[in-house]
């Protein structure tokens, strides 16, 4: 099983940027590819971006595309999401995802809230 720990959510202002991190401890020998998700209120959880172990092929939704960037760091065992011009309706709790496809995933963290304020 592979644990995931995800740090970094706030407040942030509209305009703003977080970064977000997500470490990764267990079997980290079985990833192959980590995301993030996220989950607004009253809202389905929804794919935000993914990304193969060792960085190759970032893909995003449309919503993030330009705005966000996913990258990663092996010798840290950790995934990053860059958030530059965050708009109000990105408020939600971020997951990060361990082997995701663009609807679920094998193993997710505990989520972080992010609140982006107008």
């Known amino acids: 099983q592979v644990q995931l720990v995800e740090s970094g959510g706030g407040l942030v202002q509209a305009g703003g940027s977080l970064r977000l991190s997500c470490a990764a401890s267990?079997?980290?020998?079985?990833?192959?590819?980590m995301g993030w998700f996220r989950q607004a209120p009253g809202k389905e959880r929804e794919f935000v971006a993914r990304?193969?172990?060792?960085?190759?092929?970032?893909n995003y939704a449309e919503s993030v595309k330009g705005r966000f960037t996913i990258s990663t760091d092996n010798a840290r065992n950790t995934v990053y999401l860059q958030m530059n011009s965050l708009k109000p309706e990105d408020t939600a709790v971020y997951y990060c995802?361990?082997?995701?496809?663009?609807?679920?995933?094998?193993?997710w963290g505990q989520g972080t809230q992010v609140t982006v304020s107008s």
């Open positions: 267990g079997r980290t020998p079985s990833i192959v590819m």
């Open positions: 990304i193969t172990w060792i960085g190759s092929a970032p």
């Open positions: 995802a361990a082997n995701p496809t663009r609807a679920t995933a094998g193993s």
